[in-house]
């Protein structure tokens, strides 16, 4: 898909470069991480229409756009055909910290070639590679031996940048590099990169603009919260530790059983019930309290737990929801009317959506005897109707896991494209 992408923004006339990894993606390694693409200015502040472009030409999807600075995009593109991401890290300028490292001209014409892709020239490279390894904290040993021989390849203009950006430790950074010690720059990272801070010069319209876009990032989240509903024996479990094995388009993930409240014990495992309809309902009055109570809970989780976490571009997953309410009232102990439930879930924020996951009972029967098989047919049937094509999804779990997960991700997936 990128060799694709690559081609695409040739053919368009759009001038581009790979700031780090190359030599990766054309050996096709490690091809799920992101890929760091710099635009110039104008072309990244249409890069969304452009790629858009390019995913109507290959049939693919934009799922998720993460906006994470000014002149900085994350961009996620799915391939239903073959349930292939390709994460594309997207920048405008050179920069870290709001600290700008060079001109667009100084970089657009000097660009070297790996292969036959474009890369910055060596210095630049060496300079944003280093300041962004040392800002988070993730130079390791491979890092340090790259920025090494990109040391090597022109020397006096890599001390130029040195100077310029470490103003007060250059030197003791440069002969590092000179001797080749790796324990020097790990040990005094936070030296370093305090000294890097320096440089920043604050700039009014910069601020402001970056106020603007975490207040839009507020206001549309891009995270995604999804529910997985079925009898026991339906294989969510499974399901859920494969959705959160799997490497997907968010920043995190987080599992919530049932309600949206964390805690200590809140884990796939720590979850599991081995027979749902051991105790008798509660009375009527007390299982109308229970609804109020889970009105308040839901609520309140809501806005504590989900709405941040959506935000930060979680993906929620809950392990059941208070639709099973309806749907198993027994195992919740609710001996009230299903009417005032289904009154109550007026007032219960939803997930974006729910995977209804069963099949024939006499299957599910065979994986798991926890209730009756009356019960369990019952159930099945009810679960079943919730299904519209819309918010409620059925999926038939008389398949490999990985079947299943491919469809869940694929829908989730139409989701997220119909945000762009």
């Not at 292969?115 to 390791?140: A, Q, V």
Request: glycine share 4%; net charge neutral.
């Amino acid at each position: 898909m990128i060799f694709d992408f690559f081609s695409f923004l040739e053919d368009s006339n759009i001038d581009y470069c790979i700031t780090n990894g190359y030599e990766d993606i054309i050996a096709q390694k490690d091809i799920d991480s992101d890929i760091d693409i710099l635009f110039k200015k104008n072309d990244f502040l249409k890069v969304e229409e452009t790629i858009k472009e390019f995913c109507v030409l290959q049939h693919i999807q934009m799922v998720q756009v993460l906006h994470h600075d000014l002149y900085a995009k994350n961009i996620f593109l799915y391939n239903p055909l073959d349930g292939k991401f390709l994460n594309l890290d997207l920048y405008g300028e050179l920069s870290r910290r709001e600290v700008v490292f060079y001109e667009e001209g100084d970089i657009f014409n000097s660009l070297d070639f790996y292969k036959y892709i474009p890369i910055l020239s060596s210095e630049k490279e060496f300079i944003n590679y280093l300041i962004k390894k040392l800002d988070k904290d993730d130079l390791t040993q491979v890092h340090f031996n790259h920025l090494c021989s990109l040391y090597l390849k022109n020397e006096r203009a890599c001390q130029k940048g040195l100077v310029q950006f470490f103003p007060t430790h250059h030197a003791i950074i440069n002969e590092v590099f000179l001797s080749n010690n790796f324990t020097e720059i790990s040990t005094n990272r936070d030296l370093f990169i305090n000294d890097f801070y320096s440089v920043k010069s604050g700039d009014i319209k910069q601020v402001f603009l970056n106020k603007l876009r975490t207040i839009k990032r507020i206001m549309n989240p891009t995270g995604l919260s999804v529910s997985l509903l079925g009898p026991d024996g339906s294989g969510k479990s499974t399901v859920i530790n494969k959705l959160l094995a799997n490497r997907l388009p968010f920043r995190r993930k987080d599992y919530f059983h049932l309600k949206p409240i964390k805690s200590k014990s809140s884990s796939v495992e720590n979850t599991m019930v081995t027979d749902p309809h051991k105790f008798p309902p509660y009375s009527k009055s007390k299982s109308y309290v229970k609804l109020l109570y889970f009105v308040y809970q839901y609520n309140f989780g809501w806005l504590k737990n989900i709405l941040p976490l959506k935000i930060r571009s979680s993906l929620l997953i809950f392990d059941r929801y208070f639709d099973d309410v309806l749907v198993d009232n027994r195992r919740y102990r609710y001996g009230g009317s299903l009417g005032m439930a289904k009154f109550a879930r007026m007032f219960i924020p939803k997930p974006d959506i729910y995977f209804i996951l069963t099949t024939d009972a006499k299957v599910i029967y065979e994986r798991k005897k926890e209730v009756a098989f009356e019960e369990l047919e019952r159930q099945v049937k009810a679960y079943e109707a919730m299904a519209d094509g819309k918010r409620y999804f059925h999926i038939d779990v008389n398949r490999a896991p990985e079947e299943i997960t491919k469809e869940i991700v694929t829908i989730m997936m139409e989701k997220m494209n119909e945000r762009y």
